[in-house]
């Protein structure tokens, strides 16, 4: 069992084996209709041709982008393809220049009054969590008077006890709710 556990942690077996003939592979046949590796068969195309403009786009009247976006509420207007880095810079002066400033002030009173309403609900929570805490505080104050109130029936059966009658009246009362249960 030794050979074997120094085997699996890869260790050289301790005592040489006389009839260890290498590492083991598989045996190799000759294949006499082998023609080399695979490849797939090419087959003529008549509908194929050579465009050498094919770059080159005259009309083009629909442009599709395909964004990923991790936050919501990116907008894509006024979209200019040009070659002509000169007139890009003027559209852009003339177009996204003037509306990003009326985005821009949108935006903040957007951003505003979204954290009023964050602020508003803060202190609508912690009102309500102070309220929680009163209410429990509540129940315990009345858990102690429950307390005290077990305290009152020990005080009349104490006086029961010094009167007979009452003592025999309480009994009496106790064997009906025992009877009842």
Known sequence: K????????????????????????????????YQGEWEPPMIANPKYFEDDKLYLQKDIKFVGIDIWQVKAGTIFDNILITDDEDFARNVAKETFEESAKGEKEKKEAKDEIERKKREEERKAREAEEAANEADDEEEDELEDDDESAFAEDAEVEEAAAADPEEEAEVKSVKEEVKDEL
């Open 2 to 33: 030794q050979w074997y556990q120094r085997r699996v942690r890869g260790e050289p077996p301790v005592i040489d084996n006389p009839d260890f003939k290498g590492e083991w592979r598989p045996k190799q046949i000759d294949n006499p209709n």
